[in-house]
Nanobody
Framework: VQFVESGGGLVQPGGSLRLSCVAS????????MSWYRQAPGKGRELVAT????????DYLDSVKGRFTISRANAKNTVYLQANSLKPEDTAVYYC????????WGQGTQVTVSS
C-alpha cells in the first residue's frame, strides 16, 4: 500500500492550492477516503472525508466553505481543493482511508504566510 501526496507549497493568505493523493496497493473503491493534516507541535487531525462514490462528504468545521474534497476512482486519486487559505492551515497534509487503515505516506507541506 502506498499514498503519494503532492501539490503543497508556499502561498499567501487568501491563496489556493490543489492537493492530490495517488493511492495504490488496495481496492480504492472499497474505502471512504480522507485528508488529514498535522501542524508543527500538534497531533494529526481529520480535515475531510468522502464516501466511496462521493455521495457523502464531511469537513472539519474550520475548513467548511473553503476546502473541497473529491475523488477520481478511475485514477485511484483523491483531491483537496483548498481556497481562502489562512496561516492556521499551515501543516503537512496526508491522505488515508477514513479509519485510517494503512501506513502513512510522506505528506505534502502547505505553508500559508505573507
Amino acid at each position: 500500500v502506498q499514498f503519494v501526496e503532492s501539490g503543497g507549497g508556499l502561498v499567501q493568505p487568501g491563496g489556493s492550492l490543489r492537493l492530490s493523493c495517488v493511492a495504490s496497493g488496495f481496492t480504492f473503491t472499497s474505502y471512504r477516503m480522507s485528508w488529514y493534516r498535522q501542524a508543527p507541535g500538534k497531533g494529526r487531525e481529520l480535515v475531510a472525508t468522502i464516501t466511496r462514490y462521493g455521495v457523502d462528504i464531511d469537513y472539519l468545521d474550520s475548513v467548511k466553505g473553503r476546502f473541497t474534497i473529491s475523488r477520481a476512482n478511475a485514477k485511484n486519486t483523491v483531491y483537496l481543493q483548498a481556497n481562502s487559505l489562512k496561516p492556521e492551515d499551515t501543516a503537512v497534509y496526508y491522505c488515508n482511508t477514513d479509519s485510517p487503515t494503512f501506513p502513512w505516506g510522506q505528506g505534502t507541506q502547505v505553508t500559508v504566510s505573507s
